[in-house]
Nanobody
Framework: HVQLVESGGGQVQAGGSLRLSCVRS????????VGWFRQRPGKAREGVAS???????SYANSVKGRFTISRDNSKNTLYLQMNSLKPEDTAMYYC??????????????????WGQGTQVTVS
């Protein structure tokens, strides 16, 4: 059973930076999609960034140029470096994954396994 555990959230002032981490365990397949999603108060969950096993990356337009997704397969860890944070980035951030050999979508409905989330607050 795949488990995902996020960390690194917190409170930061606008213009600041945070780095989120997500450790993936319990998986067998080496071909999988991982992504970061967020849910702002009163809003639907939305895709932020995704990366497949070959390193192909997708970003939501709202975070392009500010956020960077990366993965360290040797550590089974996914990262999200968030720079130039804005108040509208305030949300609960989740990492998610599912087994796939294809480019990873930003559609949260495609993802099977989810972490518990980490709160990011930008003031």
């Amino acid at each position: 059973h795949v488990q995902l555990v996020e960390s690194g959230g917190g409170q930061v002032q606008a213009g600041g930076s945070l780095r989120l981490s997500c450790v993936r365990s319990g998986a067998i397949s080496n071909n999988y999609c991982v992504g970061w999603f967020r849910q702002r108060p009163g809003k639907a969950r939305e895709g932020v960034a995704s990366i497949d096993s070959d390193g192909t990356i997708s970003y939501a337009n709202s975070v392009k140029g500010r956020f960077t997704i990366s993965r360290d397969n040797s550590k089974n860890t996914l990262y999200l470096q968030m720079n130039s944070l804005k108040p509208e980035d305030t949300a609960m951030y989740y990492c998610a994954s599912y087994d796939s050999a294809y480019v990873c979508p930003l559609d949260h409905q495609s993802y099977l396994y989810w972490g518990q989330g980490t709160q990011v607050t930008v003031s």
